[in-house]
């Protein structure tokens, strides 16, 4: 069993910065991808940026590339989004999740998920 648990979410205002981490944990934790997604209120889950955990190349979604850096720290198994220049539009709850595959773009990639954190940006 995997477990991910998300943090650093919360209210900022717009053009503010905030960093989310997700640390994982399980005895059986040997995934190769990580990968943060958002789901904003009435809208689909969104694929925001993924990393593998042993090569440390990463992708991202064009909507937010400049914007948004994953990255990740082997030694403590988490992994981190580096949100800036933040918008009203970015108001989302945010997920974690591992997949066995690299790259992973796409839910059904991904088998383990966090439960999410809030991030509000005000205008």
């Known amino acids: 069993q995997v477990q991910l648990v998300e943090s650093g979410g919360g209210g900022v205002q717009a053009g503010g910065s905030l960093r989310l981490s997700c640390a994982a944990s399980?005895?059986?934790?040997?995934?190769?991808?990580m990968g943060w997604f958002r789901r904003a209120p009435g809208q689909e889950r969104e694929f925001l940026a993924g990393?593998?955990?042993?090569?440390?190349?990463?992708n991202a979604a064009n909507s937010v590339k400049g914007r948004f850096t994953i990255s990740r720290d082997t030694s403590k198994l988490t992994v981190y989004l580096q949100l800036n220049s933040l918008k009203p539009e970015d108001t989302a709850v945010y997920y974690c999740?591992?997949?066995?595959?690299?790259?992973?773009?796409?839910?059904?990639?991904?088998?383990?998920w966090g439960q999410g954190t809030q991030v509000t940006v005000s205008s």
């Open positions: 999740a591992a997949s066995k595959s690299s790259p992973a773009t796409t839910e059904i990639e991904y088998d383990y």
């Open positions: 990393i593998n955990m042993i090569s440390g190349y990463t």
């Open positions: 399980g005895r059986d934790f040997y995934y190769l991808f």
